[in-house]
């Protein structure tokens, strides 16, 4: 049911962290991969590691806020493939600050890249798959979507809002799409390493220490557990299921 052989998988923001492992795990289940981020040499490393698995990749430097970047992109990718079975709408910004404190570009520019986006990628690749009447879109939101927090390093209004507005698109597309048998679902992590968290929270051994006593787990999220979430949307495994989310956090929301 996880079988990905020979599918188009189109990844955005996959230059590093969650994009690039989700990239991974699409090769290492069979997938072609297609690799977008506005970093071509970042991209190029992680599509170095894909051919070696012997799949086929495309590497393509693309702000997915740039409606004729995504254009030409998925113009790109239809000419070179010929199909897009998969869409990992990841590429997301964290803007600290709440609204008191936000500027309105600030605002802007984290509702740009997590929404706006999104939106683009989506709109050039659902034709197609209503086209072929197929389709998995799996959209990377956050478990502060449906949370919030008053510790001062985790006041990111811009960024709740931004990634709950994610969920909402899900499941507006989700709803009208699911009878072109395109499904579209979402995935909300909680706290993982990556260039978001590294140099901030991740440098806090007294935050980290709190975060794992009130943490079921214990402990962040280590690098590829989001892979199987993000694994099952994009798969059969997934076929009656849409317009729902997982939440990826070892428990963290619930207490």
Same mark, same amino acid.
């Given at each position: ?6 599918? +188009? *998988? $189109?990844?955005? @923001? ?6 690039? &492992?989700?990239?991974? /795990?699409?090769?290492? #289940? ?62 997301? +910004? *964290? $803007?600290?600050? @709440? ?6 570009? &600030?605002?802007?520019? /984290?509702?740009?890249? #997590? ?141």
């Amino acid at each position: 049911m996880f079988d990905l052989t020979d599918k +188009v *998988a $189109v990844v955005t @923001g996959a230059s590093s962290g969650l994009g690039a &492992d989700s990239a991974r /795990a699409y090769a290492q #289940n069979g997938a072609n991969v297609v690799l977008l981020a506005r970093r071509k040499e970042k991209l190029e490393q992680v599509a170095a590691e894909i051919s070696g698995m012997g799949r086929k990749v495309l590497v393509i430097s693309c702000d997915v806020t740039d409606e004729e970047c995504v254009k030409k992109a998925v113009e790109e990718i239809i000419e070179k493939f010929g199909r897009i079975d998969i869409l990992l709408n990841n590429a997301g +910004v *964290a $803007v600290r600050g @709440g609204v008191d404190t936000l500027t309105v570009e &600030d605002w802007d520019h /984290a509702m740009d890249v #997590n929404v706006k986006g999104m939106f683009i990628m989506s709109k050039y690749v659902v034709p197609h798959m209503k086209e072929q009447n197929y389709g998995k879109i799996v959209n990377i939101s956050s478990v502060n979507a449906l949370i919030g927090d008053k510790a001062d390093m985790f006041i990111r209004h811009s960024y709740n809002a931004s990634k709950s507005a994610v969920l909402g698109l899900t499941i507006g597309m989700a709803a009208s799409y699911g009878q072109f048998n395109i499904t579209v679902n979402a995935v909300c992590p909680g706290l993982f390493e990556s260039e978001m968290t590294k140099d901030t929270l991740f440098k806090s051994e007294a935050f980290l220490q709190g975060y794992s006593a009130q943490c079921p787990m214990s402990r962040p999220g280590k690098r590829g557990e989001v892979s199987g979430p993000v694994l099952f949307f994009s798969s059969d495994a997934s076929s009656y299921v849409t317009g729902q989310h997982i939440v990826v956090d070892g428990g963290t929301s619930i207490v």
